[in-house]
C-alpha cells in the first residue's frame, strides 16, 4: 500500500488532492474526492461566500472525510472567504494567484491546514518561513493561469529548497504521474484536468467532450507575458491569436477574456475559455472519481514495484 506524509497530514488514504478549479470544482466534485479517499477541494473562484458555503455544506451532506476549500487571491471576496473558512472549520484551504501571508495567523488560530499553490522556488521558500502546512508545486503544463517553469524541473527545486510536504501538479493525469511526481520527491500529486472527466463534475458536457477530443497539441497558452492562460484550442483561441498578431492591448485581451470560463462550463465550447491542462491528452474516458483514484493508486504501486526490481 503506498502512503505517504500528505496522507498523515491531512488524513487521508490516498496522496491524490483534486485541483480547486475555479467554476468547475463545485461541492459534488469535491465530496466524490474525499469520500473516495483523496481530498476533494472546491474552487472559489470569484464566487461570492454565500455561494462558497452552499458548497461546503453540499460536501458536508456527503461525506465526514476531509476536504479543501481553494481560495483564489484576484478574488473580490478574499476577506470575507477567509473568515467564511475558519468559521465552517474547513479542514484545508489552498491558494492562488497571490500570496496568503497575511492570513496565515488567522487561519492557523482556526485549525485550518494552509497548502498554498506556487510556481517559483523563492515563494516556495517564504512561505514556508511563514509557517504554512505544504506546497503544491504547479509546473506550467497545467490549465489556467500558468507560471514559467515546468513540472520536471520545479518540483524537484521546491523539494530541495523547503522541508514541508511539497505536492505535484501540472501535466499529471495517471498512475505514471503520480510515481514520476514521487520520484521527484513529492509527498502527493494534484490533478484538475482528470477530474473534468468525472461522473460527478457538474461542468457541462461539451467541456467534458472537449477535453476528451484533446491531442497533444491542443492545450494551448493565450493572454499577455505576465498572464498566461492554458485552454483548449477552439474559436476564442483563435481571436486570442489575432488580437496579439496585431499587437492588442492588455485590456482588449482581459475584455475578451472576461466571462468566458463561465461560458465554457454552460457548454459553449467554441468562444468558451475550455481551461485545461497538457494531461487532457491522456483523459479518455468519464468515469466516477473514485474509479480514478483506485486506478491511479493500483497504477502507480505496481510502477513502483517494477522500478523496484530494475535494480540489482
Ligand atoms: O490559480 C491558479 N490557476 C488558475 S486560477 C484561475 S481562476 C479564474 N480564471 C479566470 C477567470 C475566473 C477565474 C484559473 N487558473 N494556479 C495557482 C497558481 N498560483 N499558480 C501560480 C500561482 C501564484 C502566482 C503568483 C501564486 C502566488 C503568486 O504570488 C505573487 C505574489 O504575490 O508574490
Known amino acids: 500500500m503506498l502512503r505517504t506524509a500528505l496522507c498523515d497530514l491531512l488524513g487521508i488514504s490516498y496522496p491524490i488532492i483534486q485541483g480547486g478549479m475555479a467554476w468547475v470544482a463545485t461541492g459534488e466534485l469535491a465530496a466524490a474526492v474525499s469520500a473516495a479517499g483523496g481530498l476533494g477541494i472546491i474552487g472559489a473562484g470569484n464566487a ?8 461546503i455544506r453540499k460536501v458536508r451532506e456527503r461525506t465526514d472525510r476531509p476536504f479543501g476549500v481553494n481560495i483564489y487571491y484576484m478574488s473580490p471576496y478574499v476577506e470575507e472567504l ?7 472549520k474547513v479542514p484545508v484551504v489552498t491558494t492562488g494567484a497571490g500570496n496568503p501571508g497575511k492570513h496565515l495567523p488567522k487561519l492557523k488560530a482556526a485549525g485550518v491546514k494552509v497548502i498554498p499553490v506556487v510556481a ?3 515563494l ?4 514556508e518561513r511563514l509557517g504554512v502546512d505544504a506546497l ?21 527545486q521546491i523539494v530541495d529548497a523547503v522541508h514541508i510536504p511539497v505536492i505535484a501538479a501540472g501535466g499529471i493525469a495517471d498512475g505514471r504521474g503520480l510515481a514520476a511526481a514521487l520520484a521527484l520527491g513529492a509527498a502527493g500529486v494534484q490533478m484538475g484536468t482528470r477530474f473534468i472527466c468525472t461522473e460527478e463534475c457538474t461542468v457541462h458536457p461539451n467541456y467534458k467532450e472537449a477535453v ?21 484550442k477552439n474559436k476564442l483561441t483563435r481571436q486570442f491569436e489575432e488580437l496579439a498578431a496585431r499587437g492588442a ?41 473514485a474509479a480514478i483514484i483506485e486506478e491511479v493508486m493500483a497504477e502507480a504501486e505496481a510502477i513502483i514495484s517494477r522500478l523496484g526490481k530494475l535494480v540489482r
Open 136 to 156: 503544491v508545486a504547479e509546473g506550467m503544463e497545467c490549465g489556467g493561469h500558468i507560471g514559467e517553469i515546468a513540472t520536471m524541473p520545479l518540483v524537484p
Open 212 to 232: 476528451l477530443k484533446a491531442g497533444d497539441r491542443d492545450a494551448v497558452v493565450t493572454g499577455m507575458p505576465g498572464h498566461y492562460v492554458r485552454v483548449l
Open 48 to 55: 461570492p461566500p454565500k455561494a462558497v458555503r452552499q458548497e
Open 120 to 122: 517559483s522556488v523563492a
Open 249 to 289: 492591448s492588455w485590456e482588449e485581451m482581459d475584455r475578451l477574456g472576461a466571462g468566458k470560463l463561465r461560458a465554457a462550463v454552460e457548454g459553449d465550447a467554441e468562444y468558451g475559455s475550455l481551461m485545461a491542462g497538457q494531461s487532457a491528452a491522456l483523459v479518455r474516458e468519464i468515469k466516477p472519481a
Open 124 to 127: 516556495a521558500k517564504r512561505l
Open 82 to 88: 477567509i473568515d467564511l473558512v475558519c468559521a465552517e
